[in-house]
């Protein structure tokens, strides 16, 4: 089972923007993922055409695909193109399940808040709790911002507010959960959460620069994504880079 994650698109009605998003699907193709799930901030700007095209390039796999919101999407937009497939009865949050064969669940999880860049778990617990106690299969949770401090500077201030809330809820489970992956910071990341493997996936969009403790090195990433490899229970996360 391969599911793939992109994240941060960042379509703003420019051609390069979706020209680094052609280059992630190019390099994907062979791979024919079993699932698509991309973890927020499709746009920036002129969303429903970005949305229409981000659209017709995901259907164009042949692949399901599964989408959250973004802290710089257009939640009306997303609704409209992305809504109906994703189940979503037009009332925030933009939460959404899928099955990817019989032996995995993916579980989309909306933290954003409107108006703001940081996200917040809170509101989506009760919700989470329900479906995490459902006797479904294991469970790969995606969200936009992360749950977790990043440690780039000035990054985790718009972090997924209410993280240990989430985790008690997610330890406290019934349903077995493989781990939890997010965007919003544009690098790719590996540390635990809940107990469990968390990961972020690099962008696609331009990067961000890996800023620890006030050392700078320059941005040289090229867009990128996880693969996700589930295979007799186990879940391995592997980071690409489209050079
Ligand atoms: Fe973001």
């Not at 659209?55 to 919101?69: E, M």
């Not at 009865?89 to 579980?107: C, H, K, M, T, Y």
């Not at 479906?131 to 479904?136: F, M, T």
Request: one cysteine or more.
């Amino acid at each position: 089972m391969i599911i793939a994650q992109l994240s941060d698109i960042h379509a703003n009605g420019s051609d390069a923007a979706l020209e680094r998003f052609d280059r992630v699907l190019d390099w994907l193709r062979p791979m024919a993922p079993d699932a698509i799930i991309v973890s927020g901030d499709l746009a920036e700007h002129e969303h429903d055409a970005s949305y229409q095209a981000i659209h017709a390039r995901l259907s164009a796999t042949g692949s399901p695909f599964f989408v959250v919101p973004g802290n710089v999407d257009d939640h009306h937009g997303l609704y409209q193109t992305f809504g109906k497939q994703m189940g979503w009865s037009g009332a925030r949050p933009f939460n959404s399940v899928g099955r990817v064969g019989d032996q995995l669940r993916v579980i989309g999880l909306d933290v954003t808040v409107a108006g703001a860049h940081h996200g917040d778990a809170a509101p989506v617990l009760d919700w989470l709790t329900a479906e995490l106690n459902s006797d479904g299969p294991p469970a790969l949770i995606f969200q936009h911002q992360h749950p977790f401090l990043c440690g780039i500077d000035g990054k985790d201030r718009n972090i997924c507010r209410n993280g240990h809330a989430l985790s008690r809820v997610i330890a406290a489970a019934q349903d077995p959960v493989l781990g939890v992956t997010c965007g919003h910071v544009h690098r790719a990341m590996f540390t635990r959460f809940a107990g469990l493997p968390a990961t972020m996936a690099p962008s696609v969009a331009r990067a961000n620069r890996l800023a620890l403790d006030g050392r700078e090195p320059a941005i040289s990433d090229p867009p990128g994504l996880l693969l996700h490899h589930f295979h007799d229970g186990r879940l391995v996360s592997h980071v690409v880079m489209v050079g």
